[in-house]
């Protein structure tokens, strides 16, 4: 059974840092394309970030661009999504969602996600 | 960026009835389109990628089409196990921008 679990959020101020990790199983890690998607309390779905299978590419939103860090070990099956500079707005359900075999930014398993608080 | 829209914002219909959603995008992407839902308190759900193939496990009265910038997603008979909030979302390129949702709800 393919599991994602997702850790590392909380409560954090105002230019603060998390680092949100997520643990997989039941698929070999290494052979597919990852995300991170968010849901800011009652709103839709924002997608966050997308890592390649090697970690060599990779791609942000913009409103992320240069604040959070993406990355990967296969070797540990986990993804990371290393968050800098944090604001209120980026208050959120953080999901990691694992991509379809043939289109990386399609998403067909999500973890139950953990939620960030940006607050004072 | 790409924007990606969706009509209506919300919809009220009843069980059995046939219900179309439509996502547009602002330009073209050809059918690198997918349809997700999100029933209240759960994890988003794939629905159907390619603008038109039906992710296995999910349900046939699901479908998709379209294709450049204009999709729909059509629920040929609405059951009360649908009620969700349903997302377009576009994956040609990055960013892989969602649509803003469309809240389908039983009459």
């Known amino acids: 059974e393919v599991q994602l679990v997702e850790s590392g959020g909380g409560l954090v101020q105002p230019g603060g840092s998390l680092r949100l990790s997520c643990a997989t199983s039941?698929?070999?890690?290494?052979?597919?394309?990852m995300n991170w998607v968010r849901q800011a309390p009652g709103k839709g779905l924002e997608w966050v970030s997308y890592i390649s299978i090697t970690g060599s590419t990779i791609y942000y939103a913009d409103s992320v661009k240069g604040r959070f860090t993406i990355s990967r070990d296969n070797a540990k099956n986990s993804l990371y999504l290393q968050m800098n500079s944090l604001r209120a707005e980026d208050t959120a359900v953080y999901y990691c969602?694992?991509?379809?075999?043939?289109?990386?930014?399609?998403?067909?398993?999500w973890g139950q996600g953990t939620l960030v608080t940006v607050s004072s | 960026d790409i924007q990606m829209t969706q009509s209506p914002s919300s919809l009220s219909a009843s069980v059995g009835d046939r219900v179309t959603i439509t996502c547009r995008a602002s330009q073209d992407i050809s059918n690198y389109l997918a349809w997700y839902h999100q029933k209240p308190g759960k994890v988003p759900k794939l629905l159907i990628y390619s603008a038109s193939t039906l992710q296995s496990g999910v349900p046939s009265r699901f479908s998709g089409g379209g294709s450049g910038t204009d999709f729909t997603l059509t629920i040929s008979s609405l059951q009360p196990e649908d009620v969700a909030t349903y997302f377009c979302q576009k994956y040609d390129s990055a960013p892989f921008t969602f649509g803003p949702g469309t809240k389908v709800d039983i009459k």
């Open positions: 039941g698929f070999t890690f290494g052979s597919f394309e």
């Open positions: 969602a694992r991509g379809v075999i043939t289109f990386g930014g399609v998403m067909n398993y």
